[in-house]
């Protein structure tokens, strides 16, 4: 298996602008995370899913931020307008089963530069 | 609230050294899990121990071990003969038993393997 596949792998956008982070988890995959790394803040869980439904979201910013997962193998990031606090690595991991007896596997993260 | 409080922020080692990561929790909680990752310079996390509340079983795998100790709320991490492919970033986590897939991290502690 390829693993849990993020794009972009970077991305480096302006304030204001629409910013789109995606991510295709393992195949077979239950439980679906989006994960934001900084250095102020650390790791933090934003939103997860089980079975496409969205579970706890009580990690999400504002409103400015969205996620979907529209079918198994296929979720959405959004952040609507970007400001350049957003500015970090944001990590989305899938697991068999729901934790904790689900193993996390994390993708390589999407690192998000806003100016 | 859970915390977890690595307060090693980097460590530095010349090759074969041993090298001890500290990791310590609070909470109220009687079950709950402790988590090692490891994220190497590539950037994703990659599972490494998960031990539950009740096992307070010191563990061994290769060159790792993992020391487990309830009485002072620690949950230590024990590279033997360190090698250069040991530098990254560890990080230790905490999942409260009824708190579904929530895992909170802790700082992280940089790990430096000089040859």
């Known amino acids: 298996d390829a693993g849990v596949i993020q794009s972009p792998r970077h991305e480096v956008t302006e304030m204001g602008q629409e910013v789109t982070l995606r991510c295709k988890p393992i195949s077979g995959h239950d439980y679906l995370f989006w994960y934001r790394q900084t250095m102020m803040r650390g790791l933090e869980l934003l939103i997860y899913f089980n079975n496409n439904v969205p579970i706890d979201d009580s990690g999400m910013p504002e409103d400015r931020f969205s996620a979907k997962m529209p079918n198994a193998s296929f979720s959405t990031l959004k952040i609507q307008p970007s400001e350049p606090r957003d500015s970090a690595v944001y990590f989305c991991?899938?697991?068999?089963?729901?934790?904790?007896?689900?193993?996390?596997?994390f993708g390589q993260g999407t690192r998000l530069t806003v100016v | 609230a859970q915390k977890v409080t690595q307060a090693q922020t980097e460590i530095s080692v010349v090759e074969k050294e041993d090298v001890t990561l500290d990791c310590v929790y609070e909470?109220?909680?009687?079950?709950?899990?402790l988590f090692w990752y490891k994220q190497p310079p590539s950037g994703e996390l990659v599972f490494l121990i998960r031990?539950?509340?009740?096992?307070?079983q010191n563990e061994i795998s290769g060159r790792y071990s993992w020391n487990f100790q309830k009485s002072t709320s620690s949950f230590n991490f024990t590279i033997t003969a360190s090698q250069v492919v040991d530098s990254a970033v560890y990080f230790c986590a905490f999942l409260r038993g009824a708190a579904g897939n929530k895992l909170t991290f802790g700082g992280g502690t940089r790990v430096l393997v000089k040859p």
């Open positions: 909470t109220r909680d009687t079950t709950y899990y």
């Open positions: 991991a899938s697991s068999p089963t729901g934790q904790p007896n689900g193993e996390a596997f």
């Open positions: 031990r539950n509340s009740f096992d307070e």
